[in-house]
């Protein structure tokens, strides 16, 4: 595709509900990046994946939280239980062969909010 | 644990400026820094991207320097105009794999 792509772009979720949000890398792109952004806070770093594989997870805020990839191309951040916490804008990124080498193209974000 | 800051906080200058944009990092131990932009309700827009062993990039009326030794990055913008107007952010990648963001320098250029 053009660009990084994330759905939905809202989602309001009871506390205590799990909610999926997915990303969709740019064609060709092997590293895809997930951050999240919450109110007045700046950008977190949650994990990256290179290719299917996840090299450290312990960005990851808390159990609650996972992450996977499959076939190299979208990649969908699971939230178990949600809690009030847990809302902020929700972004992904990807970049080229290598992780640690080439630009992040960011999409639009998830914004989650939990009631 | 590596920790970035950005200078200043916030900026208001009129059309037609040149201005430098601060950021420091605490472990020089990085693969490369990359600059964005944000723009309100939006997603980040990469701006430059320094690798470890670069001294700086350009690209357009953006230039960033880097001094990994001394922790510090320079975003040089010439010419500033009012669509220039937005959050810039720094971040870092570091040996611990982690991608660490500035807090951001809001950007107010005025025609």
């Known amino acids: 595709g053009a660009g990084v792509s994330q759905s939905p772009s809202n989602k309001v979720t009871e506390k205590g509900k799990d909610v999926e949000l997915r990303c969709d890398p740019i064609?060709?792109?092997?590293?895809l990046y997930w951050y999240r952004q919450s109110l007045g806070q700046g950008l977190e770093f949650l994990i990256y994946f290179q290719g299917n594989s996840a090299p450290d997870k312990s960005g990851l805020p808390s159990d609650r939280f996972s992450a996977e990839r499959t076939g190299g191309s979208v990649s969908t951040l699971t939230i178990q239980r949600t809690q009030q916490e847990d809302s902020a804008v929700y972004l992904c990124?990807?970049?080229?062969?290598?992780?640690?080498?080439?630009?992040?193209?960011f999409g639009p974000g998830t914004r989650l909010t939990v009631t | 644990k590596q920790e970035v800051t950005q200078i200043p906080a916030a900026l208001s200058v009129p059309e037609g400026e040149n201005l430098v944009l601060n950021c420091s990092f605490t472990d020089s131990a990085i693969y490369n820094l990359q600059w964005f932009r944000q723009d309100p309700g939006k997603g980040l827009t990469s701006l430059l991207l320094i690798q470890s062993s670069q001294r700086e990039q350009t690209s357009g009326r953006l230039n960033a320097s880097l001094d990994k030794s001394s922790g510090r990055s320079t975003l040089y913008i010439a010419a500033s105009q009012p669509g220039d107007s937005a959050t810039y952010l720094c971040?870092?990648?570091?040996?611990?794999?982690?991608?660490?963001f500035g807090p951001g320098t809001r950007l107010s250029v005025l025609p």
């Open positions: 064609s060709g792109h092997t590293a």
């Open positions: 971040a870092v990648w570091d040996y611990g794999q982690n991608f660490v």
């Open positions: 990124a990807s970049s080229g062969i290598a992780a640690l080498s080439y630009e992040q193209y």
